[in-house]
């Protein structure tokens, strides 16, 4: 698998074009007219990487050590846990369960273990909704779980308040100075309170690097640890980035699939097109789309540019499912208003093939159907999606894997994380930081009168009182 040409990933950008989709669709004197920026933008990935302001860009190189680490302490915990459980959010949840999703088994965690390679069950708890967690309390025993407490800031309320509560069950379990076999961290090397608490009990961490923030991390053990624990051929997603870094150092934008998609999404901001729908014919790549949401919206979604100036912008990313999805949101799709572009993601080959029987041959609506494949039925309902919209004059494109497997999957990875890069530079904004994101944790904090706050909790106790005559019911 690892390196293999007849694996690599393409970007089928057709039906971007006028010549496919008419007015709204782009010409090649659009990308010449951009000429002056995406030569700016290019020039800006380079110095950026060369300074080490984009140190993601390397973790496909540079991580023998902390691989052979991840495999070695996977496998001196082989069998000894019944369940692995992700405790994080955001960019410390969301590419763990969408590479979870996309290579194993689509009901992983139904499976019996020996089916599961006798690897534990996985489970990922992002939220802090109170009966998410009370429900897994159900299910597992945490005195046999492995808990993976992943936070790069080491303080996000929702991680480390689910770490308190995993902490003292365990602690009531199996004794107060027994539970340091039982969590694992996954944090910043000197920042925040986990990397504190991970060194003061003796917990077993791995470390987040500095330059990398979270929406960029899935290729750093937040993702690389999980995936191992779950029989997820680390190196061969590793080796997947690295073909991509290959084709994303190329300057031509008609070799780049990554500064393509970028440049693609960004003429399509300006033409009035900033809804970005993410449609795979895939379950398994279900979670790619949502992985793919946060890195888009909170890398791309800002107020103020480069120079200072208010801009409000960015690309709202929407997930959708294919064929699921034609059957609820492409009507809107191919008849409402001119407002986005459509990317699907296909794949050639499907892990299984299911064939329908040849029954019902005499009902004519049916009768088609006998003899075909899932395989055959759920491409070429792509491929009729993709005419209805590219006839509709709706801007589309493609994403193929030849299948799905770590090396492409490392491959889809590190390939939007580029593109994500380079359209931040042709919007002149900063990719890499969040203060919408820290705005309302900054609020959580002030509202349980956290120390340090105490100026946003006056701001937050001098908002306008609600009316209860705009409140109905
Ligand atoms: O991309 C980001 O920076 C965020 O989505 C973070 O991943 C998220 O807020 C969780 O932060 P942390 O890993 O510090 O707990």
Not at 24 to 51: C, N, P, V, W
Not at 402 to 422: C, D, H, K, R
Request: a negative charge; glycine letters at 8%; one cysteine or more.
């Amino acid at each position: 698998m690892l390196n293999n040409p007849d694996q690599n990933i393409r970007l089928d950008y057709n039906n971007m074009m006028k010549e496919f989709v008419g007015s709204y669709g782009f010409t090649s004197d659009d990308f010449t007219a951009l000429t002056e920026k995406i030569d700016a933008a290019t020039a800006a990935m380079k110095i950026k990487r060369e300074q080490g302001f984009m140190d993601w860009r390397d973790l496909p190189h540079n991580q023998e050590e902390v691989v052979d680490e991840i495999l070695a302490y996977a496998a001196e915990n082989a069998g000894k846990f019944e369940a692995f459980v992700l405790l994080g959010i955001g960019g410390s949840a969301l590419g763990p369960m969408a590479v979870q999703q996309a290579i194993n088994h689509q009901f992983y965690n139904e499976l019996p273990r020996e089916k599961r390679g006798g690897h534990p069950k996985f489970y990922v708890v992002d939220n802090v909704d109170p009966e998410r967690l009370a429900c897994l309390f159900d299910i597992i025993d945490v005195d046999k779980c492995l808990f993976n407490v992943v936070s790069k800031s080491g303080s996000t309320s929702e991680t480390m308040s689910q770490f308190m509560i995993i902490k003292q069950m365990l602690e009531e379990k199996l004794g107060a100075g027994n539970v340091h076999n039982h969590i694992v961290c996954t944090t910043d090397k000197e920042k925040g309170n986990l990397i504190k608490i991970a060194k003061d009990e003796g917990y077993k961490t791995f470390i987040i690097p500095s330059g990398v923030g979270g929406r960029f991390s899935q290729l750093t053990p937040v993702g690389l640890l999980p995936a191992a624990f779950t029989g997820i051929d680390i190196r061969a997603l590793l080796a997947g980035a690295a073909t991509m870094d290959k084709l994303c150092k190329a300057d031509n934008i008609t070799q780049n699939p990554a500064y393509m998609y970028g440049l693609l999404n960004y003429l399509a901001m300006q033409k009035g097109m900033p809804m970005s729908v993410m449609m795979p014919y895939a379950d398994s790549l279900k979670y790619i789309s949502d992985w793919y949401a946060q890195l888009w919206a909170e890398s791309l979604g800002k107020k103020y540019d480069n120079n200072g100036n208010i801009v409000n912008v960015g690309p709202t990313p929407i997930k959708a499912l294919g064929a699921t999805d034609q059957h609820s949101q492409v009507q809107l799709y191919v008849e409402g208003p001119y407002d986005k572009i459509i990317v699907f993601i296909g794949v050639d080959e499907y892990r299984k093939t299911v064939t329908i029987p040849k029954i019902y041959s005499d009902i004519s609506s049916l009768g088609f159907l006998g003899g075909v494949t899932h395989n055959e039925l759920i491409a070429v309902e792509q491929l009729s999606t993709e005419h209805a919209l590219r006839s509709a004059g709706r801007p589309n494109m493609t994403i193929t894997l030849p299948s799905v497997n770590e090396f492409t999957i490392g491959q889809l990875l590190y390939m939007f994380m580029v593109a994500t890069a380079f359209a931040g530079e042709l919007l002149n904004i900063n990719t890499f930081d969040q203060p919408g994101v820290e705005e309302g944790k900054n609020a959580t904090y002030a509202m349980f009168g956290r120390p340090g706050y105490e100026d946003k909790k006056r701001e937050l106790d001098a908002r306008p009182a609600k009316k209860p005559a705009y409140i109905i019911g």
